[in-house]
């Protein structure tokens, strides 16, 4: 599966084993993702081959070293869904405050089409200075501003789109065309899972609902489903689909029936040794087993102290939510969960950051549920020594104009010619910022960057050269970063 | 090509300058120095290199260097520069590049003038950009795109570039014209009957290996079933099968499942994964396809009619455009609406550019198993399609019109029979109608002509009143103030529609009457219980000649005119509607005074009643005054004629001759779009301007769409491009279906990237297998069921899955088919079987999709969770799998967590994925525990009180064979425990032992 290794024979540019792959998907490609954990357990010795016969079998999903020395093991993508205003939260724009309610020349393009001129909104929030960086942060994120020495700030991101449905796409898969694997996928197929109790990729919701294309965003594409994100509730009894026992059927019911099943399924293994799709059946239900008591137990927060929750705001009930979901990131980081995706925000209109309307109330609302959690994600990981290793990005599909969207009120349209992301940990420096807007915010004047350059980076920090990691379908090499490639954000790695 | 082209320019001075600079002939080839070179070769051939070399040095060499350095036939100073061994080996001076000392390469000290007896290229010295761009790649270890290599004569065909058109490329496999093919001779008496078994044997021959022995009965017709129709035979089926001693009793196990309807839908939904089938269009708003179900439908029919192939494509790539085009072909072009569509994109040419770029994508791979999109930004990097090959196939499509929400892709699909005899109808009406006037206006002439004289009071001393042609008798409440209405809320006396009823008592209010808010509303009097009633008197000089009620209702009202009920509405209305209601009138309306009454109730929510009347003055409404004074005006006689021609015309104009419009999701054409080369894929970049034309490797002539093909708006370019798929004049249509019959039979195609023949796609295993087989799809008139018969009949199809110690030590993958390979059941046919194990399958067939039960927490991911899926009847969640709606940003999840096809690509394998969640699912899904209930009683009621008997049902359902006592002992082990250890009912136990059946690998896997 993985092109990594080089494999000369019959391939293109000396590189992938596209061939190998094909043979496996021609073949009726069993991804076997637990032939290899079964591998290690002694469960099938020698067994296990790759559909070409030759080469013993990759399990997609078994632990992977990267190419290259990797400064971060783990990702956590907070997706601050809708597009908060980068103007209203960390790129300050001084020169915008007295132009409140003036008429001025700006091209944008939002939901409301392309437009030359529009009414400006001064930014709604007062900025202050935090850290030894001296960073200017918007009064929406006061716990959070403690940590702008941790972090580098992107400002002069910008995507293709500036509708939420394709952007969407592109700041998970790098594509606004739908079908192709997220980013989380590609991880997972780089990486594989260091913990065969938990799945490698995991997203965590909004309590209102998903974002707009719901599972497209953490789809694995044409890559098998092995790859895919499992979608996990912090708050909930069941946090993975399915896990509880139904019709209260007991652990101790559930033992005995597996174990019976098994002398079935092993009777009718001994005929067909060679199958080693039907040994990882077999397997499956033990893992299945396990994963019915790691995955709770990843969600259980009883053990941890009073003062971590609080740190997490769970003290709070507007904080508490996101909270949870930070402290289960923290947790399936230790467990070994390779890529995390917490979303804030759901649904449509005011639910997330989207503020077409009153931008006060919409962004008092998401970054109050918001900042306290972050910021004590980062103060946790950094004091358990894990933030060198853990990569956090935070952001959302794009960023808001410097404009109103309609004749009255302060709402801001959307806008992908210029907004603001950031990093920290997992080798990126801290207390950096890196280009900028025009002095209205309306978009990047320096050292643009593209998403691309973004997931260009988050590989580049997991051990991977971007324009290497490739899945060949369709005839090409894909690659997250498209197939032109793309360089990683040097100025932010440290 | 190109080499040939340039050595045909090169002018004569050019020649002797070279020859002057290379006079002296010095060979350096080592034999170790071309193998260390070659290694090194494939180390260096990285993508960005390669990119690089593509796009910035290869045409900087080709411009400068080829000319002298790329000929076949004679190379300057032997030197070739159009491969990379070319330069390492060098030329007459040496080689041509120092891989350890890139600043040291003779060729970069000859293009940079340095030495006047060496300076490249002769005539002039490159720019200096061209030469800093061609020393970093020296220094990047002259890194070469082996595609676009090209080499000399001495070389074997097959080291020609592969992504051009050349001798290599014609000859390739997949590219070469059809030919018949014979099948080896075999001398073997088994497997020389059929030429399948033929190609297999004599490849298993030569490899020393033997073909497997046949697969018992039980495990062929399981095969059999599951391979055909997509589920497993009951056990009588079996049984008989067994026992059919009779020579032919495989073949008619085949032609009954053949003759199935279930055949359609298992194969049918085949075809839907390679068309990338979906009913939403993804992206924000994920929409809706409406009535794109019928394309499935379509799709299924022509399965089960065995619809030959080639007109299969026809229809579905042109069948608007056909000749003899009918509801099913036009509905078949739903093909074409099937994609992702962005409703709001941020670049809208680009945008279209993608949806077509999606229609082209699938056609190529689906039809011709080539992957034209790849060279969509550039000539493709491995297989002979130029760009310019891939904007010419786009040009076919580039008229359709753009995909729109809704019914925007609705296109009437009437069948043409029922319009013929519609529009017969409507003339034999209007020629009625007309014969009827005929003899009824003298009549209404004369009597008009009567009237006038003798009732001048009438005003109608003209013959015919002159009035306003829209006049309001009765002001609904949009019109100025709206009018004054008699209303009350308690209930009137039984007369109180009539025109003498005193209605003096009753309350006086503005209209209209309802509660404020409600939509469409206009309320000036307040109504808030439950029933009203309203009164209105009004005057008419003349009686008009039509009637307008113009009415607002919610909810239900009745309304009266002059005491007669003129019309009954249900319901409620978000704004208001005008009726015609001058026929119920007639015989009440009168002169003078008029009283319009209604009565409307109301059960919740808004409220809200008002009513207007409108009325044309300019007419007559002679039957009205022929009521009256007929008898004195024309005489009883005359009268009795008119009233029966009136009659008459009446009932003539009432039928109603209707022709209920069907309609399909289907392509449509609308305007002629000029289609250009676009460099980098980008729109803004125009090159060239192309029409429509086949990939240049597969036919050379131009296309020309004849002068008869245009249907309508449609241009009939697509049905040129159909006509030549579907023709056999290129190979690639048979093969490429031929394949994939193949491939879900045996689980692998002959060619494993079923949708990927070209270089680098898998070779097939047995090419001449492939050949045959696709010479017998033509040859059986392209009859899919021909092909499939002729497969199951071959003992290679018959051969049993079990291993062989010394087959699986030399061919482990079994490319040499020494067996059959065992395979899991898809997607669907899982969740089949468990309905149908447990009795609960539904086999309606067709028709709008059905929604299966969806866990809320999987509702939870979709941005509007309580929109985001349907509701279904449990008659209709217990359908077959083919006929749940398909929603892209919402993926049925049992069936992805099987490795359901993906919507937004065509997809030709699926993959089969072993997760702990399938696990999970099987074990704990709502629709596993309540199909092991439903198992539990079904058994349970079969056998009541019978425990032994149960169990061994369920392990025959699931297995399809007879279980061994040990088997059965072991369930009832189970059952016995559970009961015993943890205290489960027996009802329950037989639950628990049910899940375990279908969770049983033998359930789930063929051999």
Known sequence: MNNMNDKPRNTFCGRTSRREFLHQVGGGFTSLALTGMMARDGFIRNQAMAADGNTPWANPLAQKNPPLPAKAKNVIFLFMYGGPSHMDTFEYKPELYPLDGKTIDVKTFGRGGKKNKGRVVGPKWQFKQYGQCGKYVSDLFPNLAQHVDKISFLHSMTADSPIHGSAMLMMNSGSVLSGRPSMGSWVNYGLGSVNENLPGYVVMLDRTGGPISGAKNWTSGYMPAAYQGVVMNASGSTPILDLKNARNMTREQQRMLIDKLNKYNNRHLSERVDNSALAARISSYELAYNMQMSAPEAVDFDSEPEHVKKLYGFDNDRTQDFGRKCLLARRLVERGVRYIQIYSGGNHNDANWDAHGDLEKNHNYHAGNTDKPIAGLLEDLKQRGMLDETLIIWGGEFGRQPTAEYAKGTGRDHNSYGFTMWMAGGGIKGGVSVGKTDELGSAAVEKPFHVKHLHATVLKQLGFDPNELSYFYRGLDQRLVGVEGAEPIHEIIA | ?1007
């Open chain 2, 1 to 1007: 090509m190109s080499v040939l082209f340039f050595l045909v320019r090169l002018g004569v001075t050019q020649m002797a300058m070279v020859l002057k600079y290379f006079g002296s002939k010095t060979v350096i080839v080592l034999g170790c120095l071309v193998m260390g070179l070659s290694g090194l070769a494939a180390q260096l051939s990285d993508a960005a290199k390669v990119e690089f070399f593509d796009s910035k040095v290869f045409p900087v060499l080709k411009e400068n260097c080829f000319k002298c350095h790329g000929a076949r036939e004679k190379l300057k100073g032997n030197l070739r520069l159009t491969n990379r061994a070319g330069l390492l080996e060098g030329g007459d001076s040496g080689a041509a590049i120092h891989l350890l000392k890139p600043e040291k390469s003779l060729m970069l000290t000859m293009i940079s003038w340095k030495d006047e007896d060496h300076e490249m290229p002769p005539k002039e010295k490159l720019p200096d950009e061209q030469i800093a761009l061609l020393t970093e790649w020296v220094k990047l270890g002259a890194p070469f795109n082996p595609a676009k290599e090209i080499h000399g004569n001495g070389l074997a065909v097959d080291k020609l570039p592969t992504n051009e058109i050349n001798e290599r490329t014609t000859s390739a496999w997949a590219f070469k014209a059809a030919e018949p093919v014979v099948a080896p001779k075999v001398d073997d008496a088994a497997w020389k009957a059929s030429g399948i078994d033929a190609f297999v044997y004599s490849r298993l021959r030569e490899a020393g290996l033997k073909p497997n022995s046949p697969a018992s009965r039980g495990v062929l017709i399981r095969r059999a079933y599951y391979d055909l129709i997509g589920l497993s035979p009951t056990d009588v089926e079996v049984r008989a099968f067994i026992d059919d001693k009779s020579p032919d009793a495989f073949e008619k196990v085949i032609d009954r499942l053949l003759a199935s309807d279930r055949y359609g839908e298992k194969w049918g939904r085949h075809w839907l994964d390679l068309v990338r089938f979906a009913e939403t269009n993804g992206y924000e708003r994920d929409s809706r396809k409406d009535l794109i179900w019928k394309y499935r439908d379509y799709v299924i029919r022509a399965f089960n009619q065995d619809k030959p192939y080639n007109r299969f494509i026809m229809e579905q790539l042109a069948g608007d455009e056909l000749p003899d085009r009918d509801a099913d072909s036009i509905t078949a072009t739903g093909f074409y609406r099937l994609g992702i569509w962005d409703d709001e994109p941020a670049d809208r040419e680009l945008a279209r550019y993608n949806y077509l770029d999606d229609i082209l994508r699938t056609t190529g791979e689906t039809f011709l198993g080539m992957t034209i999109g790849c060279a969509r930004c550039h000539d493709h990097k491995i297989d002979p399609i130029s760009q310019k090959d891939y904007y010419s196939m786009l040009s076919f499509f580039s008229d359709i019109s753009p995909h729109g929400k809704g019914n925007r892709n609705h296109v009437p699909i009437s069948d043409p029979d029922d319009k013929a005899a519609h529009e017969r109808a409507v003339t034999d009406k209007q020629a009625r109608e007309a014969s009827l006037r005929a003899r009824l206006t003298p009549l209404e002439e004369e009597f008009i002509a009567g009237l006038a004289k003798r009732r001048p009071e009438l005003k109608l001393s003209t013959g015919l009143a002159k009035g306003k042609k829209d006049a309001w008798v009765v002001p609904d409440a949009n019109r100025g103030k709206g009018i004054r209405w008699e209303f009350t809320y308690t209930q009137p006396p039984d007369n109180w529609f009539e025109i003498a009823f005193d209605d003096s008592k009753w309350r006086k209010g503005r209209s209209g009457f309802g509660s404020p808010g409600t939509p469409g509303s206009k309320v000036r009097t307040p109504w808030h219980s439950s029933d009203i009633w309203l009164r209105r008197d009004f005057r008419f000089d003349t009686i008009p000649g039509k009637l307008t009620l113009k009415i607002h209702h919610d909810e239900d009202a009745e309304v009266y005119l002059n005491g007669k009920q003129i019309k009954t509405f249900k319901g409620f209305l978000k704004q208001y509607t005008e009726i015609d209601v001058t026929n119920e009138c007639l015989d009440v309306l009168q002169t003078g005074r008029n009283t319009l009454a209604i009565h409307c109730k109301q059960t919740g929510g808004g409220q809200y009643i008002d009513a207007g009347l409108l009325v044309d003055q300019s007419t007559t409404p002679v039957p009205v005054l022929a009521a009256k004074y007929g008898g004195e005006i024309l005489g009883e006689a005359k009268l009795a004629q008119y009233s029966k021609l009136r009659d008459e015309l009446a009932k003539v104009q009432s039928t109603k001759l209707t022709l209920k419009t069907e309609y399909a999701m289907a392509v449509a054409e609308d305007a002629r779009r000029k289609m250009w080369i676009l460099r980098r894929g980008l729109p803004v970049l125009k090159g060239e301007e192309v029409g429509p034309a086949f990939p240049s490797i597969l036919a050379d002539s131009p296309v020309l769409v004849p002068d008869d093909y245009p249907v309508g708006k449609a241009s009939g370019k697509r049905r040129v491009l159909a006509e030549w798929l579907s023709s056999g004049s290129n190979p690639m249509t048979a093969r490429v279906m031929a394949n994939r019959l193949w491939q879900h039979h045996f689980g692998r195609g002959i060619v494993r990237s079923s949708n990927n023949f070209g270089f680098i796609g898998e070779k097939p295993t047995h090419p001449d297998l492939l050949n045959w087989l696709a010479n017998e799809l033509v040859a059986g008139g392209w009859k899919l069921k021909r092909v499939h018969k002729l497969i199951m009949m071959s003992n290679t199809y018959r051969m049993s899955s079990s291993a062989s110690e010394i087959a699986l030590a030399r061919d482990p993958n079994n490319d040499l088919m020494w067996r059959h390979d065992m395979r899991r059941l898809s997607a669907e046919e899982i969740r089949d079987s468990i309905l149908n194990v447990t009795g609960q399958l539904n086999l309606k067939m067709g028709g709008p999709s059905i929604y299966t039960e969806v866990p809320r927490d999987v509702l939870a991911t979709a941005s509007r969770p309580g929109a985001a899926w349907g509701k279904s009847s449990e008659e209709d969640r217990n359908r077959r799998s083919v006929y749940i709606f398909v929603k892209r940003s919402l993926n049925e999840p049992f069936l992805s967590a099987f490795d359901w096809a993906d919507t937004d690509n065509t997809c030709d394998v699926r993959f089969v994925t072993t997760v702990p969640t399938q696990t999970l699912t099987l074990l704990n899904s709502k629709f596993l525990n309540d199909s092991a209930e439903s198992l539990a009683n079904r058994l349970v009621k079969a056998t009541p009180g019978d425990a032994r008997a149960q169990v061994t049902a369920a392990l025959q359902l699931t297995t399809n064979r007879k279980p061994t006592a040990r088997e059965v002992d072991d369930g009832l082990e189970l059952i016995q425990s559970l009961k015993a250890k943890t205290e489960l009912d027996g009802n329950l136990a037989m639950q628990r032992f049910c899940l375990l059946a279908l969770n049983l690998n033998e359930f789930l896997y063929l051999d």
